[in-house]
């Protein structure tokens, strides 16, 4: 199956094509331009390129959350137009399962960091175990200081998590959030590397690879994870 694969929920962008286990193409750019400019202009021009009529599109899957608000709202908003466009279904994966995917390697703790503000990041972990990318807990927006804490836990005091052995090995993270979670860390004196270049970014190629393990749904039913409320209900609830 055709799947045309789109991720915008934080700086950088990316568009790509992916069928039968073989990325066809992807474009991804980290200029900070409005994803609204390029998103959709970015799908037109790959689909050309390839040579790919988007009838033969059998899928549409996007970063549906976390992220920023506003990066995602693009996101989801494209995915649904083009889906229901096309008559085809739609797949939304979080974005940090999206980036797990894209990092392989055995007994090695994923953990994916996107900067949430307010003392937070975005975070979930993951570890491979075979070809099977595991879950070892859900999306949350929380304070490095906890992410210190839990990494500590898993990284120090290895143990059984889901029935697979916790690595007693440093952490990889990733994503936008990486730097800022690795200088933390070290700090505390938890030991953990940065995921190379071409690998910490959030992308396309990422978010195609976790809809492989999503049940697509209509288009209609897609819907953003933020995780957290917006500034401005934020502001609102603060006015009573």
């Excluded at 789109?6 to 200029?31: H, I, R, T």
């Excluded at 937070?120 to 804490?149: G, K, P």
Aim: charged share 15%; glycine share 8%.
């Amino acid at each position: 199956m055709l799947i045309l694969a789109m991720e915008s929920s934080a700086k950088p962008a990316s568009v790509a094509v992916y069928a039968d286990g073989a990325l066809l193409g992807q474009y991804f750019q980290n200029c900070g331009l409005t994803h609204s400019r390029t998103l959709l202009a970015m799908a037109e021009s790959l689909l050309k390129n390839l040579g790919v009529p988007a009838a033969d599109i059998g899928l549409v899957a996007v970063s549906h959350g976390p992220g920023s608000f506003t990066g995602v709202r693009i996101g989801v908003s494209a995915a649904k137009g083009l889906a229901w466009g096309l008559d085809k279904p739609v797949c939304g994966v979080s974005t940090l399962e999206a980036m797990a995917h894209q990092a392989p390697g055995s007994g090695v703790l994923l953990c994916p960091v996107m900067d949430a503000r307010r003392n937070q990041v975005y975070n979930a972990l993951f570890m491979w175990h075979d070809d099977t990318l595991v879950r070892l807990c859900e999306d949350r927006a929380i304070s490095l200081e906890d992410l210190a804490e839990d990494i500590r836990v898993r990284c120090i005091a290895p143990g059984s998590i889901n029935n697979i052995s916790a690595p007693a090995a440093p952490c990889l993270l990733i994503g936008d959030g990486a730097t800022i979670g690795h200088d933390f860390l070290s700090t505390c004196g938890i030991p953990s590397r940065i995921a190379p270049e071409l690998i910490r970014w959030q992308t396309a190629y990422g978010v195609a690879l976790a809809a492989c393990h999503t049940e697509p749904i209509p288009a209609i039913d897609l819907e953003p994870s933020y995780l957290r409320p917006s500034q401005a209900e934020r502001e609102r609830a603060a006015r009573g």
